[in-house]
């Protein structure tokens, strides 16, 4: 039986698309990938940020999510360094992490697989 | 002055986050441009962190200084609240609205009721606010920060009362408010008024953090404050009431033209009254909860 052909207008499409766009833009989300790779600043990882992603965050969306993901206990402070203050990730928060990006590789996959058989000649 | 606005941004977060979080946050403002965008973005923030505080933040807080955020809080939805009702009574003053309200009682008994929880409201306001104000003004002398809250109080008070001064020769000059120059002039008196409103928050908010006040006199506080919730809540409520009986009984008011330049209809206005009201006494509900909570945890001496 031939195999159904997928438009690109599918709503699986749509869906995966806005999951991926609502969620790599998340700020907790780019907070913490910025931090997997390495302890950083609040300008340090708007910076990280916006050079990975180009994403600019401001102050309150930067604070915003990493009181957010403090109260969480996913990241901590670092002693002071004059008024900024450095965040480390922590091992909740590097297994939160890994579960969210395996999550978003995952649709990734499926959506980049479906675009493949959609741009299949039938 | 984009700074000075950021800066001014910066002090709407909560006490608890602004300690936490506000040195960092400085300095990251100084580190970018100074752009709107930044503004917004912190204005956005603020109103973030008083909606969804994150997780134990609030715990840093002492439960003296949690009444303090609830007073200046409520104080605040008040100044808002008031605003709101005054522009609900100016609209609803004149004759074909008290006409309706002798003829429908559900209209007249709700618009009455306003006015009653009013009254209660601003004397429960007062009750709260007047020890605490005389205490200022004892402090002032000593404490420059709450001399400069107490200042800004005084001049914005003195600004309002000119300016309505000024608003009232015109208006008695001109023999109405009505036409082009009326309208201007009664816009500038709200403008002015919602600025020295928003100007009393900020120093009712700061002036309290930076004076001495035993926890008796905060305990009181709050509960005027409560008082003062309380009566904003079934003021709203009451509005509500009041414009479902005039949809109902007298829906040909609502489409009258209304404001300085007969711009928005009377529905459209009190709708809006409405939910600055709402918003305000959802506001105050929380923040007064929260002070409560505060007072349980740390005990009430």
């Not at chain 1, 996913?74 to 990730?89: G, N, V």
């Not at chain 2, 923030?45 to 009444?67: K, M, Q």
């Not at chain 2, 009258?256 to 711009?263: H, Y």
Request: aromatic share 6%; charged share 15%.
């Amino acid at each position: 039986m031939a195999r159904p052909r997928a438009t690109i207008r599918s709503p699986c499409y749509y869906y995966a698309m806005r999951y991926i766009s609502e969620r790599s833009t998340d700020p907790g989300l780019l907070v913490l990938s910025s931090l997997a790779g390495g302890s950083k600043h609040g300008y340090a990882i708007t910076q990280d940020v916006e050079e990975v992603s180009g994403v600019k965050l401001g102050p309150g969306t930067l604070y915003g999510a990493l009181s957010r993901l403090e109260g969480k206990g996913l990241i901590e402070p670092m002693p002071a360094e004059d008024r900024r203050k450095p965040y480390r990730m922590t091992s909740e928060g590097s297994a939160a992490l890994s579960e969210q990006l395996e999550m978003l590789g995952r649709v990734v996959d499926t959506g980049l697989d479906r675009l493949r058989v959609a741009a299949e000649p039938a | 002055m984009r700074r000075r606005l950021q800066r001014g941004a910066l002090a709407l977060y909560p006490v608890a986050f602004r300690r936490r979080y506000g040195d960092e946050m400085l300095a990251l403002v100084e580190d970018s441009p100074a752009s709107s965008r930044t503004t917004l973005d912190l204005l956005r923030g603020a109103l973030g962190a008083h909606a969804r505080p994150p997780a134990g933040i609030s715990a840093t807080l002492s439960s003296e200084d949690r009444l303090r955020a609830t007073s200046s809080g409520v104080l605040a939805c008040w100044i808002a609240f008031a605003a709101a009702g005054f522009g609900f009574y100016k609209t609803t003053e004149d004759h074909p609205f008290s006409s309706a309200g002798d003829a429908h009682p559900a209209i007249g008994a709700s618009h009455m009721a306003i006015q009653i929880l009013a009254v209660l409201a601003s004397i429960a306001v007062l009750a709260g606010a007047l020890p605490l104000i005389v205490a200022a003004l004892r402090q002032s002398r000593r404490a420059r920060a709450v001399r400069r809250a107490t200042g800004l109080a005084l001049g914005a008070v003195a600004l309002f009362a000119i300016s309505t001064g000024a608003l009232v020769v015109f208006a008695s000059s001109t023999k109405s408010l009505s036409g082009t120059a009326g309208g201007v002039a009664f816009s500038a008196w709200i403008l002015i008024g919602l600025l020295c409103g928003g100007a009393c928050a900020f120093a009712g908010r700061s002036g309290l953090f930076a004076m001495r006040v035993r926890r008796r006199g905060l305990v009181a506080a709050l509960t005027c404050g409560t008082l003062v919730t309380v009566a904003m809540a079934l003021m709203a409520l009451t509005t509500a009431l009041y414009i479902a009986a005039l949809a109902v009984n007298a829906s040909s008011l609502a489409g009258q033209e209304n404001g300085p330049f007969g711009m928005p209809s009377v529905g459209i206005s009190i709708g809006i009254q409405l939910v600055v009201m709402l918003s305000a006494a959802s506001l105050a509900t929380i923040s007064t909860r929260r002070g409560w909570v505060a007072l349980r945890s740390g005990g009430a001496t």
